[in-house]
């Protein structure tokens, strides 16, 4: 019986450590297509933007920001930038600037 105890709460902390690092793949993987749908027309497919006036995310250029100012700046939009606000949710400009941050 206690056995089976310790093994149960083995894998459960196996479980604990791995669950987040699969939630954290998705979210970059939500990240990445919301991302290339809507941001990578201005900013490029790797952050390089193609139009002048795109902040580049390839050099992390005002990906500083807190996450709730970058969030409220996508959804009123800025400069050339569109409004995205009743387009994205919230969570999917989220993942989309987590995303951002990982381009190089």
């Given amino acids: 019986m206690r056995s089976r105890a ?8 196996v479980a604990a450590m791995v669950v987040p690092r699969i939630s954290l793949a998705l ?3 939500r990240g990445q297509r919301v991302y290339n749908m809507h941001c990578s027309v201005c900013h ?3 952050g390089v933007p193609v139009i ?8 992390k250029e005002r990906l500083m920001q807190p ?3 970058l969030v409220q700046s996508v959804k009123t939009g800025k400069t050339l930038m569109p409004p995205f606000m009743g387009i994205l949710k919230d969570e999917e400009i989220l993942e ?9």
């Fill in 67 to 69: 996450d709730m100012m």
């Fill in 27 to 29: 979210d970059l993987l």
């Fill in 52 to 59: 002048q006036q795109a902040p580049s995310f390839a050099t």
């Fill in 6 to 13: 310790l093994e149960l709460a083995v894998a459960l902390g």
């Fill in 96 to 104: 989309a600037i987590h995303y951002a941050r990982t381009l190089r």
């Fill in 44 to 46: 490029g497919m790797n």
